[in-house]
Nanobody, 114 residues
Framework: VQLQAYGGGLVQPGGSLRLSCAPS????????VGWYRQAPGKQREFVAV???????IYADSVKGRFTISRDNAKNTVYLQMNSLKPEDTAVYYC?????????WGQGTLVTVSS
């Protein structure tokens, strides 16, 4: 499975970005598709996930600011990020899980800075 993740960039604090993740397989074939992030010098951490049934789970640090969604027609999962903070700066990775198998995208850099 290949995951194309894109949409990162430089944004000022309080701004917004939308990340996209397009898996090579049908998104309904995955149990979950989600996002993780890794800030410089820190471990990779969970951000948000959407299940095949459409349920969503968020990390406490992004709850109320980030929204994960799925466009079935475009076979794409989005992460809408609002009210961005400098501490959201990280490389964001798309992740897809099917049973005991998981795949990772190449990562897209999000920098929140004035």
């Amino acid at each position: 499975v290949q995951l194309q993740a894109y949409g990162g960039g430089l944004v000022q604090p309080g701004g917004s970005l939308r990340l996209s993740c397009a898996p090579s397989g049908n998104i309904f074939s995955f149990d979950t598709v989600g996002w993780y992030r890794q800030a410089p010098g820190k471990q990779r951490e969970f951000v948000a996930v959407i299940t095949s049934t459409g349920s969503t789970i968020y990390a406490d640090s992004v709850k109320g600011r980030f929204t994960i969604s799925r466009d079935n027609a475009k076979n794409t999962v989005y992460l809408q990020m609002n009210s961005l903070k400098p501490e959201d700066t990280a490389v964001y990775y798309c992740n897809a899980r099917q049973g005991f198998t998981q795949s990772w995208g190449q990562g897209t850099l999000v920098t929140v800075s004035s």
